[in-house]
């Protein structure tokens, strides 16, 4: 099976513009969970969906969404881009919500300049 | 509150055991997870352990999980140089679906 896939894998964007990135989960797998990590935060979770709907969210601005279509392939938009959103974003999946396995991407870089 | 507290570095010698140690405050963990990134890679999930066992073992890596203390391990027998990495610890909270919390993750430095 191939495994999770994210594009693309490095961005480079400017102040205020907005960017889209996308994940596709391991085939099976419905439940796409979004994390980003920086050398001073670590690893933040951003959301969960499952089926099409948010199950989850974490504590970012609301210029964080995301959504999922219904072969469970997720995107996540930021818009507005700050300096400090430059980061690793990594989207992980799993059969189903609360599972024991979930399996992570390659990830996507973002440089916010 | 959710937190999970890992220590920044570890250094061993090729061939000798490695012991790297995690601690969460959440007593409603369901799995807790040991995660391996690479160099500008993403996540590998080396393995897991569900919070009402103990002990689980697989080849090189055994995980040792204290609930009363809430304290996990991992160990990696026989280290090998390609076993430099940045390791983390995760765990997932009942009732709150695919989200994990994270440890700030320990460096692992393997020396010929």
């Known amino acids: 099976k191939a495994g999770v896939t994210q594009t693309p894998r490095y961005l480079i964007k400017t102040r205020g513009q907005q960017v889209t990135l996308s994940c596709s989960p391991i085939s099976g797998h419905r439940s796409v969970s979004w994390y980003q990590q920086t050398p001073g935060q670590g690893l933040q979770f951003l959301f969960e969906y499952f089926s099409e709907t948010q199950r989850n969210k974490g504590n970012f601005p609301g210029r964080f969404s995301g959504r999922q279509f219904s072969n469970s392939r997720s995107e996540m938009n930021v818009s507005t881009l700050e300096l400090g959103d430059s980061a690793l974003y990594l989207c992980?999946?799993?059969?189903?919500?609360?599972?024991?396995?979930?399996?992570f991407g390659p990830g996507t870089r973002l440089l916010v300049l | 509150g959710e937190d999970v507290e890992q220590s920044l570095f570890l250094s061993v010698r090729e061939g000798d055991s490695s012991v790297i140690n995690c601690t969460y405050t959440?007593?409603?963990?369901?799995?807790l997870y040991w995660y391996k990134q690479e160099p500008g890679a993403g996540l590998q999930l080396l393995t897991y352990?569900?919070?009402?066992?103990d002990m689980k073992q697989d080849q090189r890596l055994t995980v040792l999980l204290n609930k009363k203390d809430k304290h996990l391990s991992l160990r990696i027998a026989d280290t090998q140089t390609g076993d430099s990495a940045i390791y983390f610890c995760?765990?997932?909270?009942?009732?709150?679906?695919?989200?994990?919390?994270f440890g700030q993750g320990t460096e692992l430095s393997v020396k010929p």
């Open positions: 995760a765990e997932s909270i009942d009732n709150q679906g695919g989200k994990l919390i």
């Open positions: 992980a999946s799993s059969f189903l919500a609360n599972q024991e396995t979930q399996y």
């Open positions: 959440d007593s409603s963990s369901t799995y």
């Open positions: 352990i569900f919070s009402n066992m």
